[in-house]
């Protein structure tokens, strides 16, 4: 017996949303989101019971995010956050690093950038991940570790510059 659809939304809404959130702006993010659960929606009937369904709403919101960015512009893959909050006066530190963390996240390659949001916003295997990105698992691996030693960089850079303002 299948888990109620609803039961489904709760449970893994938020990590839907993540990975839309990392690969769009907020606006097309939260329309990846509703298309990824209205296809998911329509598909759930047929979705075996033993299927993992976590990595199968990740497809689904890989998928609406490519269609999202074919349907807009191509730059959008370098505008995925809203624009920032005027200067950074009076924004908590959790809420500047997290900012400052999506920002480096944004400059990563693509594929990258894909390969980190679906490792650890959507708790895929890399296994998983080939399958999503068409690609190797060994290729998943790799643009990992290159995301991750590019993401630290970026963020010791940050820092460099931060400390000499």
């Not at 296994?127 to 190797?136: C, D, E, Y």
């Amino acid at each position: 017996m299948q888990i109620p659809f609803e039961r489904i939304v709760q449970d893994h809404g938020l990590t839907v949303l993540r990975v839309c959130r990392a690969l769009l702006d907020e606006h097309r993010a939260q329309d990846a989101w509703s298309e990824t659960f209205l296809s998911a929606l329509k598909a759930y009937p047929d979705l075996p019971e033993d299927a993992n369904v976590q990595a199968w709403l990740v497809t689904i919101a890989h998928r609406k995010a490519i269609d999202e960015l074919r349907k807009n512009h191509p730059e959008v893959l370098t505008e995925m956050l809203p624009e920032a909050e005027a200067g950074r006066a009076g924004l908590p530190e959790a809420r500047i690093m997290d900012r400052e963390l999506w920002q480096a996240l944004n400059a990563l390659p693509p594929k990258q950038r894909f390969v980190l949001a679906y490792r650890y916003l959507g708790g895929l295997s890399y296994a998983q991940i080939a399958q999503v990105l068409s690609g190797s698992e060994a290729a998943a691996r790799r643009a990992g570790s290159d995301g991750i030693k590019n993401l630290r960089a970026q963020w010791k850079h940050a820092q460099m510059l931060e400390e000499l303002s």
